[in-house]
């Protein structure tokens, strides 16, 4: 095995690109930071976490879109957090989205089916369906993952949930990012 050691790597201006200070951390110039940022390489942005702390109702087998109304991470300032509780990233790519879901259906196993979906645009896009048959259960928090191109204009994501239940009206728990969280960020290269 060879190893090749150096702290600076230069172009053939003598300008610095790469600078090391030897114990691992290594610096970008600014003009290889630009250059680099110019043609959207390595930035996983625009990226973006919220999470609803105030719950709500479920009607049964009725989507509902999910207020994830506080913000953990809002890299660009392009998701909505206190009206339409939406992303509408500015920059196009593809972008790793994930949603997960707590959903309660009250005191007695009475949920048949818990099921998030990612809509895109105002339609559903994508969508993950647990059955329980006629094993009902309580609580359960499914996650639902998924790649969603984004044209970086008018292109936008939300989280809906939808519960089926066997009777009356189940419930979101929120309260803390531990439960019902919704994200995206662009993939870097894709």
Request: net charge negative; hydrophobic share 35%; glycine share 12%.
């Amino acid at each position: 095995m060879s190893n090749i050691l150096v702290n600076t790597i230069k172009d053939t201006g003598n300008n610095t690109l790469l600078s090391s200070d030897g114990s691992g951390s290594v610096t970008a110039s600014s003009s290889l930071a630009s250059s680099v940022q110019s043609v959207g390489g390595l930035q996983n942005t625009p990226a973006f976490e919220a999470y609803n702390t105030v719950g709500g109702s479920l009607s049964d087998s009725v989507a509902t879109k999910v207020a994830f109304d506080t913000e953990v991470l809002d890299t660009d300032g392009c998701y909505d957090n206190t009206t339409n509780y939406r992303f509408t990233p500015t920059t196009a790519g593809k972008y790793f989205v994930y949603l997960s879901i707590c959903m309660y259906g009250g005191a007695v196993d009475r949920i048949v089916e818990p099921n998030p979906a990612i809509w895109k645009n105002g339609s559903q896009y994508k969508a993950l369906r647990w059955g329980f048959d006629n094993n009902y259960i309580r609580i359960a928090t499914p996650t639902l993952v998924s790649i969603v191109d984004m044209n970086g204009t008018t292109d936008y994501i939300e989280g809906y949930a939808k519960l089926d239940i066997t009777t009356g009206t189940g419930e979101i728990l929120g309260g803390s990012n531990l439960h019902t969280f919704f994200g995206a960020y662009k993939i870097i290269g894709a």
